[in-house]
């Protein structure tokens, strides 16, 4: 097993998640690795890198990630770009009480590193607004296209009711919630090409984290040298109809 040493005092680096399959073009499958630093008596993992080695020559090849820190990384290839050859997903976990992930894919076509989605640049175009309304309503209003939607929390229980309504459903003053950076990225086949398209998911919140009103899940697609949205929709809970 290959061992990368990155010249720190700290252990040296351990394979934490492999995948095999064809990421530079030639037909040749490839070894694909997560490397990083354990942490002792802990599942945080330091220094997450991305370690590829080309099938054919053998040689390696050393990806530094810009967030290289966190929980449970993983590597998944699959083609998301339609030339029928895999890409590279990396996930990282960030151990946050929002549940959120740090996300990047890369092509390695021809030995060439490209980073095709970087969760910052993601994160900082998908904004949302989220305005708690009369009536038991939640707008939840998505910025990048202009769409709107509508919670009913009028179920919610009346003891979470009463501290933000009065007895006539109106609100006792403004409230606004928000939407948290992705908490998931999914590769899906949707329409069952052999090119994945990717299903985010990012938790929408009431008055603080752990008031989870549901999830904004966007669905991405390569078009024209980068993912768009081509689909949105919003989940909500479920309640027990007494």
């Known amino acids: 097993m290959y061992n990368h040493y990155t010249g720190t005092n700290m252990n040296p680096p351990n394979v934490v998640s492999f995948a095999y399959g064809d990421v530079t073009g030639d037909r040749v499958p490839d070894n694909v690795y997560l490397t990083g630093i354990m942490t002792p008596d802990s599942p945080f993992i330091q220094q997450i890198t991305l370690l590829v080695q080309d099938g054919r020559s053998g040689r390696f090849t050393s990806i530094p990630l810009q967030e290289n820190a966190g929980y449970n990384p993983t590597v998944f290839l699959g083609d998301f770009t339609g030339n029928g050859v895999d890409d590279i997903l990396i996930s990282i976990a960030t151990g946050g009480s929002g549940g959120t992930m740090y996300v990047y894919i890369y092509s390695f076509l021809n030995n060439n590193p490209q980073l095709l989605f970087d969760v910052d640049v993601y ?18 209003v998505s910025l990048i296209n202009h769409q709107t939607y509508i919670i009913d929390i009028s179920q919610r229980g009346s003891e979470y009711l009463s501290e933000i309504y009065d007895e006539n459903g109106r609100l006792k003053s403004p409230i606004t919630g928000f939407v948290n950076p992705l908490s998931g990225l999914y590769p899906v086949d949707f329409d069952s090409d052999k090119r994945y398209e990717l299903l985010a998911y990012q938790k929408i919140a009431g008055r603080y984290n752990a008031d989870s009103l549901g999830y904004v899940l966007n669905t991405l697609a390569w078009l024209d040298h980068r993912f768009v949205l081509q689909d949105q929709n919003v989940a909500i809970f479920g309640y027990e109809k007494i």
């Open 123 to 140: 994160n900082e175009q998908y904004q949302y607004e989220v305005h708690y309304q009369d009536d038991y309503k939640v707008e939840v």
